[in-house]
Structure formats: structure tokens, C-alpha cells
């Protein structure tokens, strides 16, 4: 997997906080500390449109299963539902008593669910017009950082170490406490592990139904800041940003890094999302968002690979 940078947006948007695709991956979506969101074509860099409309830093963003909304979260407390054609908001949703620092679809993106500073995580229906959350889950003792939403369980990740199941169709809540604080969680695309970054420079592989540590990954570097990770190469290898401006790619089974990939310059790779279907990866840090993907697509030469 000969991974090769592509391209490279200066997003204008002060700080990138976190960098998305779209479900089919034709578009991405960049979330700044200028409290604006911005929607790219990833391959030419070409600015599509701009949401502004929170009146703190967006956080995260989510785009719908038919690409035609969006649903964004912000330090100004506040969930906003838009309509991605028109660029207005459709909804703001308040409920929240702290930065909301993570958002997602539910799989027929009818629920918007949102973790903040709160420690708690909300369900909004945003079919209606109902304003208020349609479930509050307060089960956790500290910040949210992170959330995986299938069709019938969302699970949270949190600064209190802990990573927190709930069945909806069941009504039960699974916790598993790995004791370090968890900066981001993603499941595998068979669902059966968890990978969850933490906050002292290692990852961790946890089964989802038992909770046992299955593997660990050391070699990046994270220990101050909410830095994301990713299962790619059809649940073959991990991915994660680190804090000296670069990436670094595990095998999952040996658990042996296989690869770095170096970014411009200096700077903690924090936000990262794998394309949907295809091998292209975009990075953010900094001012800037770097998409990488294999070599056989693109006529550049092959950058600082070890």
C-alpha cells in the first residue's frame, strides 16, 4: 500500500478541527476555528460552498446518507442540522451545557447523536421539529470525545477512560473501562473491535462484545491532544495522526508499525478520514488538509515513505 500525497488545500479557516468525508466520498468536509464549515471537492481543492452560522469553533461535522444535509457541533454548545445546497441552517438544536466536541448519523440519518463537555450524550430527531433531545445519556463521569453510530447501538468514548455501548433495541448499557482517557474510538467495518486511541500514546483493540484488549500500537505520538485513528485496507491495517507531523500505519495483526507518512511541515496530525469505498486518505493539521492515496493514481513521486 505505496500511499502518495495527492494534494494539499490551504482551507482558510484558521485552525482545522477536523476533516470529513461525505458517504460516497465526492466530496469533504472541513470544520474550522473561524466557526465556519467548509465543503471541498477533495482531488482539485475546489471550494464548494461555506456554512457559517455557530458562533463558536466547529468541532465535527457529519454529512447525511443522501449527501443533502449536514449536521455540525461547536464549543458554542449548539448541534446545527443544514441544508447542504441552500448552505442554511434547517435547525439549531440547544440542550447541551458544554462544548459539543463530536456528531453523527444515525444509519438513515433521521437521529442526530452529540457528546460534549458535558459528559453526556444526546439524540435528536431531526425529522421534526422538536427542539429538545429525545434521549440523554448521562452515564459518563467526564468529557465525550468520540462516537461510533450503527443501526442499533451507539457507543461513546470518553476522557474518563471508559468506552460505553448502548443497545437502543435492547435498552442496555455495556461499559468497558480501559483506565487511560480515550481521545477517539472507531469500530472495525465487521464490528466486531474497537479501536480506541488514548491519551498516553498507545492504541488499543478491544473485542466489542467482551471487552477483552485484544492488541495494542505504539510508535505515534499523543499525549496532550484529541488525535484520530482509522481501520483501513479492508480492516487490515490502522492508521493514526501523531504529534510530529506525521502518519503512522500498523499491521492489526502483528501489531508492528509498517509505515509513516510525513507530512509538509511540522505540526500534530490530528483529523483523519479514509475514503468511504477507496484507498484516499485526507489529513488535517494545522491550517491545512493533505489527502494521500495510492501511488498508481496519481503522477507524483512517492514522499518521504519509511
Excluded at 470529513?20 to 473561524?34: A, E, F, H, K, W
Amino acid at each position: 500500500m505505496e500511499l502518495v500525497r495527492k494534494n494539499t488545500i490551504n482551507c482558510d479557516q484558521g485552525a482545522v478541527r477536523a476533516v470529513r468525508y461525505n458517504v460516497d466520498g465526492s466530496y469533504c468536509l472541513t470544520c474550522g476555528s473561524d466557526k465556519k464549515i467548509k465543503l471541498w471537492n477533495p482531488g482539485s481543492g475546489l471550494l464548494l460552498k461555506t456554512y457559517g452560522g455557530h458562533a463558536g469553533e466547529v468541532m465535527d461535522a457529519a454529512g447525511s446518507c443522501d449527501s443533502s444535509f449536514i449536521v455540525s457541533a461547536s464549543v458554542d454548545k449548539s448541534v446545527i442540522y443544514w441544508d447542504v445546497s441552500t448552505g442554511l441552517p434547517v435547525r439549531r438544536l440547544r440542550g447541551h451545557a458544554g462544548a459539543v466536541k463530536c456528531v453523527r448519523f444515525n444509519e438513515e440519518s433521521s437521529i442526530a447523536v452529540s457528546g460534549s463537555t458535558d459528559n453526556t450524550v444526546m439524540c435528536w430527531d431531526i425529522r421534526t421539529r422538536r427542539l429538545e433531545p429525545v434521549q440523554t445519556m448521562r452515564d459518563a463521569k467526564d468529557c465525550i470525545t468520540s462516537l461510533v453510530v450503527s443501526e442499533h447501538k451507539i457507543i461513546s468514548g470518553s476522557l474518563d477512560g471508559s468506552i460505553r455501548q448502548y443497545d437502543i433495541r435492547m435498552g442496555e448499557l455495556t461499559c468497558d473501562s480501559i483506565g487511560i482517557p480515550i481521545a477517539h474510538i472507531v469500530q472495525t467495518k465487521d464490528g466486531q473491535c474497537i479501536l480506541a486511541a488514548c491519551v498516553d500514546s498507545t492504541i488499543r483493540l478491544v473485542d466489542t462484545d467482551t471487552g477483552e484488549l485484544l492488541s495494542q500500537y505504539k510508535g505515534h505520538k499523543n499525549e496532550d491532544y484529541h488525535i484520530e485513528c482509522a481501520v483501513i485496507d479492508g480492516d487490515s491495517k490502522i492508521i493514526s495522526g501523531s504529534a510530529e507531523g506525521s502518519a503512522v500505519i500498523w499491521d492489526l495483526l502483528e501489531e508492528k508499525e509498517v509505515k509513516r507518512l510525513k507530512m509538509l511541515d511540522s505540526g500534530v496530525v490530528h483529523s483523519l478520514a479514509p475514503h468511504p469505498t477507496g484507498s484516499d486518505i485526507m489529513f488535517a493539521k494545522k491550517r491545512q488538509v493533505e489527502l494521500w492515496g495510492l501511488q498508481s493514481d496519481t503522477p507524483e513521486t512517492i514522499i518521504d515513505l519509511v
